[in-house]
């Protein structure tokens, strides 16, 4: 079953075609993983989905539990509130904020706190904010962040702000997970690693994932099904093996006029 | 847990302690009337600053229009206390000077908070011009000439609970989801949507409150200095509370106590120098900008809390400040 569809999204910059009519597929519980050339259209394509910018055309349906639910034109807020979170490329997180304040400000549309009760701290701020806590001492040992949860996330080694950035997406209990190229400047070491945090996020936290990577050994290790976007076309799907051998994406990596 | 409620009862007897030290010092005498006149003047600065920390250091919106609140509060607390010259007339029209300055600043809020960075800062400014216009042409302001004879109805005790309670109100209000929420904005916008926080939403929540303490602070101006003028609200009267709030640490509450106090100490201080008051002023103001660019105290924030359970050598999971 299709959890989210989109058919034919377009998105112009003037005359630029960034995307142009894109239809692709997730379903429940899957790996996906979008790959193409740099300016494909790859990060073009995830600000369309949540919502960070606008579409020119097209539809994004996403399948719920009330029924399906048409996220182009929502605020990027309330599409996170329907479950589709996601990670940036130039990594984005609240770098003055601790680390558990982080994951928590990510968690605000799960609960809600009555003014009178935080201004004037009566005994259901307490509840609520020992309920928070506990998520978030969770999550921050999923994520092995424990150690540095006190600390200013913006003053993290690399490789850690990245797993805060997905520990951080994770917080906001989400349905879907759009990764932006996160193996993107990490030593082996730290890929092998962020391999396993992705295993993680479908096992333990039941998540589908959409991955945008250029490390082809991830990609081809991790994903089920993979689409490859050129120049803001969709020119081939398929699953890894079909992926290595399609001659369009051949010519669209290495060139036209490569005959394999 | 036992630390939280240990810190309550300790910011608590302090709060009552500096009561009575304020106290005993004038029955001895040696807090005069013109000390006293200082005290009350930082503590008004206190309420009025806190506020725009809240609006400026917590959710990032550079505002330059708190002196608009300010007059609300403070011409609603004039026309109505002329009516009910009494302790009740002065509470009710305290709440009525909110209720309209939360007004206010919804219908401001809406078009400006969009803004960003200095067209923020020009179009509030803007917005503190046209209610400081609006109320020198009314006939219920008396217009330019402003009102005078206000009843004298809050003295320093007064407006020390008053400090207490808005601190309080702050302090909890960005130790909770909601300053969870303006803080991520303040850190990155688009981060913040794509956790799911509605960034026009809780940026006006933190505009909003500002402005209720904002009307608290102007309120209490006036009936304390008993006569006010359009004219005290003017964009020289943002810009000192903005002073106050980049000096002491935006973002720091306890920056803004410290910044305060030190300004009215060496505002009253530097009284007798006369016309070179201003020049050593603004000389002191840059010196401190050049030597502790982020402010006096940065982001630091007294924890009695924090400190308890250094001490006691256990952690604990919930948020280590609690100020006040």
Known sequence: MALLTVTKLSKQFGGLDAVADVDMHVDAGELVALIGPNGAGKTTLFNLLTGVTPATSGKV????ASGKVALLGKRPSDIAKLGLARTFQNIRLFSKLSVRDNLQAAMTHRYHENFFAEILRLPAYYKKEALVGGWTDALLREFDLTAVADLDAGNLPYGTQRRVEIARAAATAPRIIFLDEPAAGMNPEETAGLRELIEKLRTDFQLTVV???????LVMNLAERIYVLDHGKMIAEGTPAQIQKDPAVIAAY??????? | MQAKWKAALIWLVLAVAGFYLINELIVVGVINAFIENML?????????ATGLNLIIGFSGQFSLGHAGFMAIGAYATAIITQQISNTLGFYLSLGVGMVIAMLVAVVIGIPT??????YLAIATMGAAEIIRVVINNLKITNGAAGMYNIPALANWPTVYVFVCLTTLMIVNFARSRAGRAIQAIREDEIAAEAVGINPTKWKLAAFVMGAATAAIGGSLHAVYIQTIAPSDFGIMQSISLLIIVVLGGVGSITGTFVAAIVLGVLDTALQQFGALRMVIYALALILIMVFKPSGLLGRY????????????GHHGTTDSHEVE
């Open chain 1, 254 to 260: 290495l060139g036209g006029g490569v005959h394999a």
């Open chain 2, 301 to 312: 924030e007294v924890s009695i809390k924090g400190l308890l359970e250094r001490k006691g």
């Open chain 2, 40 to 48: 009350v003047t930082i503590g008004i600065n206190i309420i009025l």
């Open chain 2, 113 to 118: 908070l969009r803004l960003r960075g200095d």
């Open chain 1, 61 to 64: 349906t996403l399948t719920t």
């Open chain 1, 211 to 217: 991955l945008i990577e250029h490390d082809m050994s």
